[in-house]
């Protein structure tokens, strides 16, 4: 059992299991998931399907993270690829055409990726450290986004893009397959090839990376490019599931939420070992308190403070330092012979 307890993925599973149990008491019917024309329809289908997109910012913020970074413009990115999409297809003379699909998604993946780079040569080339460097996209990506958009919402009327981020297939919302195959590629990447074990190389110690063999430049700068791709899908699936463009609220605090999901799934932000699985369940905690915290009616202007504090909760909890000191609290307390044996041994 304490084996099991040291895992690094036990805290982050109780925790997203006790949500669900809370909602269950709160919401019988909350597991009850219905067919209606050959759809999924329910509760937990509703945080698969929207906490997608921060499970993608989540999995490319892991990999920055393992290398001793933070990236603050992935908010940006995801307002950014939504709105150039969105213009686009607006622009386009038919909406469902699929040629103009296609490329208003390659646009947008190709902008996030110059976006990814241009952090990630600040970072690796310019030597800025990564929250100054990110920080320069997240303030000018915003208003990159509203000049895009014209400081207007861009609405498109287009059933083919709609499908990406409100689609299904196989019953299931399209978005958790683009989740799964997003999943699928990095962990392949970094599980089955030496790119994960350079990552963490890296994230431990640069130098000695560096005087290894390992182009830590060119490991730092991959990272930053797949974080800036995974946001762009990310406001794909944002904007197609509302069929419009937010410059100014689309992505909104992402970057947040994400680090957050990565730090409850256990990754340091010290840099190193890395967990995408964790990750993963990280963002369906956060997802689910965003439900839970709508579902039982708490006013919007406290909605950020209980989530602060829940998570927080839950960072207290897989902390070893703080489970020990109340640990140690607990049978001082309760065994306080044993205490005063062990003042005197000593």
């Known amino acids: 059992m304490s084996s099991i307890m040291k895992h690094h993925l036990f805290w982050p599973l109780c925790v997203l299991a006790a949500l669900l149990l809370f909602n269950l008491c709160y919401s019988p019917d909350f597991f009850s998931i219905t067919v209606h024309d050959g759809h999924l329809y329910g509760s937990l289908i509703d945080i698969l399907n929207f906490g997608a997109p921060l499970i993608l910012v989540a999995i490319g913020m892991t990999l920055v993270v393992a290398t001793k970074g933070i990236d603050l413009s992935v908010g940006s990115i995801v307002a950014i690829s939504g709105a150039i999409a969105c213009l686009s297809i607006s622009r386009g003379a038919d909406q469902n055409s699929l040629g103009l699909i296609l490329t208003s998604v390659l646009l947008a993946a190709g902008l996030s990726l110059m976006l990814g780079a241009w952090n990630g040569l600040l970072v690796s080339g310019a030597g800025i450290q990564p929250i100054i460097a990110t920080l320069i996209l997240m303030v000018a990506g915003r208003g990159i986004a509203q000049l895009i958009t014209g400081g207007q919402i861009i609405t498109v009327t287009s059933t083919k893009y709609a499908y990406i981020g409100s689609g299904s297939l196989a019953a299931l919302p399209f978005s958790i397959f683009v989740v799964a195959l997003v999943l699928v590629i990095a962990l392949l990447l970094t599980r089955r090839t030496a790119l994960g074990l350079f990552i963490e190389s890296v994230g431990c110690n640069p130098a000695a990376s560096k005087m290894s063999g390992i182009r830590a430049h060119l490991v730092i700068l991959s990272v930053y490019v797949f974080c800036g791709l995974c946001a762009g899908i990310a406001g794909l699936l944002l904007s197609s599931n509302v069929s419009s463009a937010d410059?100014?609220?689309?992505?909104?605090?992402?970057?947040?939420?994400?680090?957050?999901?990565?730090?409850?799934?256990?990754?340091?932000?010290?840099?190193?070992?890395?967990?995408?699985?964790?990750?993963?369940?990280?963002?369906?905690?956060?997802?689910?308190?965003?439900?839970?915290?709508?579902?039982?009616?708490v006013p919007p202007e406290i909605t950020l403070v209980v989530k602060a504090c829940v998570v927080l909760a839950v960072c207290l909890i897989q902390s070893d330092t703080f489970r020990a000191a109340i640990a140690a609290r607990w049978k001082s307390r309760h065994y306080p012979a044993e205490k005063e044996m062990s003042r005197h041994a000593s």
């Open 247 to 297: 410059g100014n609220n689309a992505g909104l605090w992402y970057e947040l939420d994400a680090i957050l999901a990565v730090v409850i799934g256990g990754t340091s932000l010290n840099g190193g070992r890395f967990y995408l699985t964790g990750t993963v369940i990280g963002a369906l905690i956060i997802q689910t308190l965003t439900t839970t915290i709508y579902m039982i009616g």
